[in-house]
């Protein structure tokens, strides 16, 4: 007999083609020229000027940001169910809530949530 994953790996692939299959001879393919361009923000590209550096100072607050929020996301569960949980279940939440913030306070002593603007510095 076909156990249940098996199928799962059989099945999802063939319906994946299908599927694929399906938006290739079914949808409509009109290009234009803001489809075609790289930049999808409404700006024409400078000539010469793609390949420029950017900053990802931005990406590292937001991964954090996301991480903290996280925090935030297991903080309500454990604040409702803490009379069930008894003192070992408090625990477990004090040590990983000591985790998060001494990994906050590193990251605060290293400078990652300090913004500088790059391009006054002197070199």
């Not at 400078?46 to 903290?68: E, K, N, P």
Request: net charge neutral; glycine share 4%.
């Amino acid at each position: 007999m076909i156990n249940s994953l098996l199928i799962l790996f059989i099945f999802v692939p063939i319906l994946v083609l299908i599927l694929l299959a399906l938006n290739l001879l079914l949808a409509v393919h009109r290009p234009d020229t803001e489809k075609l361009s790289p930049y999808e923000c409404g700006f024409t590209p400078i000539y010469g000027q793609t390949r420029s550096q950017f900053s990802v100072h931005f990406y590292i607050v937001a991964i954090l940001f996301l991480v903290f929020d996280l925090e935030i996301l297991l903080l309500y569960p454990i604040s409702v169910t803490l009379y069930q949980v008894s003192a070992y279940g408090f625990t477990i939440a004090i040590i990983f809530f000591s985790v998060l913030t001494i990994g906050f306070v590193f990251e605060l002593g290293k400078g990652v949530l300090k913004f500088t603007d790059h391009k006054s510095k002197i070199v």
